[in-house]
């Protein structure tokens, strides 16, 4: 059997996606720009996925901007930002717990003079609602949270972040990176007041490569590339048509089927749960013990265990998890969101990270648990040898 745990590193894309892609390779291979038909038909077809996307967030075609990934999404509204608002202010706040791609565009900004804040995290990974008001102040220009935190899944408090700006009289812009979000719970970036939203097309069955940006109607942007007038001269160059198309198959998917799929998520997620708990002792889990989080991610810290040795020995069982993210755990230094939420150097080297699909399945979590528990007993035997 084969429990492929890792779906916040990355899922398969779906048949559906693959279809989409494979017809824009062989038969829709035309440049949208183009003003024969071969161009036109693709125009279309690109259009058609911009429109399933905007469906399923509930938010208009033209709000919509298709970029590489969310990497680029997430560089292209902080930058985009910063350089449209030079003149209104110079301070940036964002938390200790964002992905890379918005910590380290921060950091960038940090030697440019900015003046950065970092809000902090409590032991469950969430923001202090307090500290984001005491920060707040005339020379704020951009706010930038995560929706769902990729290594653990606590949920940020979005709308009443929202509501806060206006009390506070912000007019701060307001970006999230809901790269692990989209797809897992039903939400509306618009309805959230939201202004720049981030997302990424191979967390959701779609695929690697291509993502889109939600930039509120008039909402003032400055490119962060210059070239054609594509993606309204946001996101210039030719259109990466298979993944745009990839993309609307996946959108079109979560649109129809996101309760069906949250619920499937959750049920696998809490079976996991409900099983390390009751049957491996010295454990903790990881992240928001209600229901503040989101419906794919268990982080789990086994105590006297490295993560990493887990993670390979139930590699040789078919089993796939994560230690940190998969950005970050390549490289040897200690994840910086376990950290900001105060574990200690032992919990953090205990942790793995299990992320659900859809696709999963009850047999599959069960194959997991029973393989994890045995390792886990074989582990902690040799370490007390
Ligand atoms: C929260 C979050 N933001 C941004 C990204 C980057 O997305 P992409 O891989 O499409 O560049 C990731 C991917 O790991 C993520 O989990």
């Known amino acids: 059997m084969e429990a492929y745990f890792d779906n916040s590193a990355t899922t398969k894309p779906s048949d559906e996606v693959v279809k989409a892609m494979l017809e824009a390779l062989t038969i829709y291979y035309g440049n949208p720009s183009s003003l024969h038909r071969k161009g036109v038909a693709v125009e279309k077809l690109i259009k058609t996925s911009r429109k399933q996307l905007a469906k399923a967030l509930g938010v208009k075609d033209e709000e919509i901007i298709f970029t590489s990934g969310g990497t680029e999404s997430n560089n292209a509204a902080i930058l985009g930002t910063v350089a449209a608002k030079k003149r209104k202010g110079n301070k940036i706040i964002t938390t200790r717990i964002e992905h890379p791609s918005v910590l380290n565009v921060f950091k960038s900004l940090e030697a440019k003079e900015y003046e950065v804040v970092y809000l902090d995290v409590n032991r ?109 001269g946001i996101r210039p160059g030719t259109e990466n048509v298979p993944g745009i198309l990839g993309l609307g198959a996946a959108a079109s998917t979560i649109e129809e089927k996101i309760e069906v799929h949250i619920s499937k998520m959750d049920t696998l997620r809490n079976r996991l749960k409900e099983g390390i708990l009751s049957e491996i002792q010295d454990v903790i889990i990881n992240g928001s013990i209600n229901n503040e989080s989101a419906p794919h991610i268990l982080n789990v810290s086994f105590f006297g265990i490295r993560g990493e040795v887990l993670l390979h020995m139930l590699e040789q069982d078919n089993i796939y998890v994560s230690t940190g993210s998969a950005c970050s755990s390549k490289k040897s230094s200690q994840s910086h969101v376990l950290k900001a939420m105060g574990l200690t150097d032992q919990e953090i080297e205990g942790a793995v990270r299990f992320s659900f699909s859809y696709e999963n399945t009850i047999e599959e979590v069960d194959y997991g648990l029973s393989r994890l528990k045995k390792h886990v007993q074989e582990l902690r035997k040799i370490m007390k040898r």
């Open 124 to 232: 469950e990974g969430k923001i202090d609602l307090n500290q984001l008001e005491q920060e707040l102040d005339a020379q704020t220009i951009l706010l930038s949270i995560m929706h769902v935190n990729n290594e653990v899944g606590t949920l940020q408090p979005i709308g009443e972040v929202r509501k806060m700006l206006e009390r506070s009289n912000s007019k701060a812009i307001f970006h999230v990176d809901a790269v692990q979000s989209f797809g897992k719970l039903r939400f509306n970036p618009a309805k959230l007041g939201i202004d720049l939203l981030s997302i990424s097309g191979h967390k959701v069955h779609g695929p690697k490569g291509i993502g889109a940006l939600y930039v509120k109607k008039d909402l003032q942007l400055t490119p962060i590339a210059y070239g054609g007038g594509q993606e309204i």
